[in-house]
């Protein structure tokens, strides 16, 4: 495991050490299994860790919650849209006879049909349906002071190889690391800005910028987009999420 931090400390950066400033810390982990079951590790199981990366946090930073709520049905309405929908499959059924037979014989049935016009709309309360994963869209710039391959390039280089995964073969492909979000102040002491335990990373989008030096750029603007893999449930915001991951 390897801490890569940008940009590295010295004495034009050191204002960024202090207690003063956020870094965000982006931590691989492999995944040891994917399940469905929630009484195990929430939807995934996660490994050993492997390199971390920590840059300064962008001077923005948004974090989007959204819920999903719908309209109340009584179960009384839930028994009229399934007997309703009962009525159109039979009538579609003696449609389909009178096409065939040529007769009129079956409208007595259909007569039993009741029509919706007229009825007045009741206004429902809303219900809870459930939250959200959330998303995250985090940009970084990494500037070089003395290494340019090291400092800009390789991180890059080693960001976009970590979310990619190998292929496990013809009928499977095995997954790539998936991250752990967390925040910092520049003296390493941890901030509950936000955190995520187990993230994917669904896009990574590099801009070099700059000159070059020995043929590396001194400057990259990277974009890279998260999504969270667990489902989002108030303990998990809390620090209080009883299903613990299992690192090994």
């Given amino acids: 495991m390897a801490l890569y931090q940008c940009p590295r400390r010295n004495a034009l950066t ?30 995934v199981e996660l ?49 389909a006879v009178k096409n065939v037979t040529g007769t009129g014989s079956l409208t007595s049935v259909q007569s039993t049909s009741i029509s919706a016009k007229g009825i007045e709309k009741i206004d ?9 994963r959330r998303n995250f869209a985090l940009s970084f710039v990494l500037a070089a002071y003395e290494n340019p391959r090291a400092e800009v390039h390789d991180i ?21 690391y998936v991250y752990r979000l967390s925040c910092f102040n520049g003296t390493g002491t941890k901030l509950p800005i936000f955190y995520v335990d187990a993230a994917a990373m669904l896009d990574m989008n590099v801009k ?36 613990s991951v299992t690192v090994r």
Wanted: charged share 20%; net charge negative.
């Fill in 208 to 243: 070099y910028s700059g000159h070059y030096i020995n043929g590396y750029p001194v400057r990259a603007d990277i974009a890279i987009s998260f999504t969270e893999i667990r489902p989002l449930y108030k303990e998990l915001l809390e620090g209080s999420y009883s299903f």
């Fill in 156 to 176: 890059v280089q080693k960001l976009s190889i970590s979310g990619t995964g190998p292929g496990g073969g013809i009928s499977s492909v095995d997954s790539p």
């Fill in 14 to 43: 050191e204002p960024l050490y202090s207690a003063d400033t956020l870094w965000i810390d982006i931590t691989e982990y492999e995944v040891e299994r994917f399940t469905n079951n929630p009484r195990s590790s929430a939807g």
């Fill in 47 to 95: 490994g050993s860790p492997g390199d971390s990366y920590r840059f300064v946090a962008p001077n923005e930073l948004a974090l989007d919650f959204k819920h999903d709520w719908a309209d109340y049905e009584t179960m009384a309405e839930k028994a009229k849209a399934v007997i309703s929908g009962g009525q159109k499959t039979l009538g579609e059924g003696i449609s």
């Fill in 124 to 132: 429902k309360p809303m219900v809870y349906q459930g939250s959200q």
